[in-house]
């Protein structure tokens, strides 16, 4: 059974930056695709960024685009997700997920979760 544990989260200003991270514990997430997510309060769970485990390819949701990267450290079996310019509506919860995603935006095809990390940005 793999565990996530995100890391990485506060409260920052808006305009700086935040590195997220996702380390499994209980086994090995190095051959599931990894994907975070965010959910704020009242709106549904959405679609920030995947990575592909076989092909290291990295896909962005439209919150995400030109202001994030995501990541994978193989020989820290950890992900990560980068975030610059933040701004005060990407305040949320952000969780990680892994899983073998069909359609890696796709919360349901991934079979494990992390408990997530809050983000606050303050303007």
């Known amino acids: 059974q793999v565990r996530l544990l995100e890391s990485g989260g506060g409260l920052v200003q808006a305009g700086g930056s935040l590195r997220l991270s996702c380390t499994p514990s209980g086994g090995t997430a190095e051959r599931y695709d990894t994907g975070w997510f965010r959910q704020a309060p009242g709106k549904e769970r959405e679609f920030v960024a995947g990575i592909r485990w076989a092909s290291n390819s990295p896909y962005y949701g439209d919150v995400a685009r030109g202001r994030f990267t995501i990541a994978y450290d193989s020989a820290k079996n950890t992900a990560y997700l980068q975030m610059v310019s933040l701004k005060p509506e990407d305040t949320a919860v952000y969780y990680c997920?892994?899983?073998?995603?069909?359609?890696?935006?796709?919360?349901?095809?991934?079979?494990?979760w992390g408990q997530g990390t809050q983000v606050t940005v303050s303007s």
């Open positions: 997920a892994a899983g073998n995603a069909e359609m890696i935006t796709n919360p349901l095809e991934y079979m494990y």
